[in-house]
């Protein structure tokens, strides 16, 4: 007997996902509840039932998406109400003032997904979208201090550069302001903090015993390919001994780093 196998769908009236076998009909819902809700609903009236209004926003209260817009059923979409839209403020535009033309969106003045109030939308290309959230200063992803984490600020940022181009290193830069290296390097090459002033130029990157965070001298390097060669020694026993990774010290026998040591 061959055994049954059932697949995930989500129901195209309420969104929950749930276990269905394709021998056993198309898979559209989740319950014969919801497909009988899909026939017989009033669209228009399912909208305004699932619309909380107070003298501001207009709140959705049905089901969200991920960004938290309001959502119809899937099963609107399908059934073509609406000219297939679902998303829950479109809907709100087009029952307001009609449909909305092809490439343009219904974009919040109130800066609110889930509000649903006409004269809170307004339409507008992807440009304006972005020209709309770049004004208001909420972009997708923060930047500088705004951003999640940040150890800089502007400030901080203006004395890099300057202290940089005096001749401060990267390394002793990232080390005083506990940063990464290359955090640093963005920060004065101008990868980073895009919006603050001042000289922006990175030099070549030290090398050898100058690197801020070099464990080892030119002597040691010496040492330790002249150690290595008499034999006697294995690579673990001389990382053990300076303290550094075995990577470290295979790179320095294979000359693949402080290549300028004879």
């Not at 559209?28 to 009988?36: A, E, L």
């Not at 507008?124 to 004004?135: E, F, Y």
Request: proline content about 3%.
């Amino acid at each position: 007997m061959r055994a049954m196998v059932s697949v995930l769908r989500e129901c195209e009236t309420c969104g929950k996902t749930f276990r269905h076998q394709p021998s056993q009909g198309t898979g559209r819902f989740c319950s014969n509840t919801c497909h009988g809700i899909s026939k017989r609903v009033d669209p228009v009236a399912y909208f305004w039932q699932h619309v909380t209004k107070s003298d501001g926003c207009w709140m959705w209260t049905g089901e969200l998406t991920n960004h938290g817009y309001g959502q119809m059923p899937r099963s609107f979409r399908r059934r073509g109400l609406f000219g297939g839209e679902i998303k829950a403020h479109r809907v709100a535009w087009l029952l307001a003032n009609g449909p909305i033309p092809d490439g343009l969106l219904a974009l919040h003045r109130c800066d609110t997904p889930a509000c649903v109030r006409h004269d809170h939308l307004f339409l507008g290309t992807h440009k304006d979208n972005a020209v709309d959230r770049d004004r208001k200063g909420r972009s997708n992803a923060p930047h500088g201090a705004r951003a999640f984490g940040a150890k800089l600020n502007d400030q901080t940022v203006l004395t890099i550069r300057a202290r940089y181009a005096a001749g401060a290193t990267l390394e002793v830069l990232a080390r005083e302001y506990a940063v990464s290296l290359a955090t640093m390097a963005r920060a004065v090459n101008g990868e980073a903090w895009k919006l603050v002033g001042g000289e922006r130029k990175v030099r070549g990157a030290a090398r050898g015993e100058r690197h801020g965070f070099a464990k080892l001298t030119v002597e040691d390097v010496r040492a330790i390919r002249a150690r290595y060669a008499l034999g006697g020694i294995r690579q673990e026993d001389l990382a053990q001994q300076y303290g550094v990774g075995h990577s470290a010290i295979s790179n320095i026998l294979l000359r693949q780093t402080w290549t300028d040591v004879a």
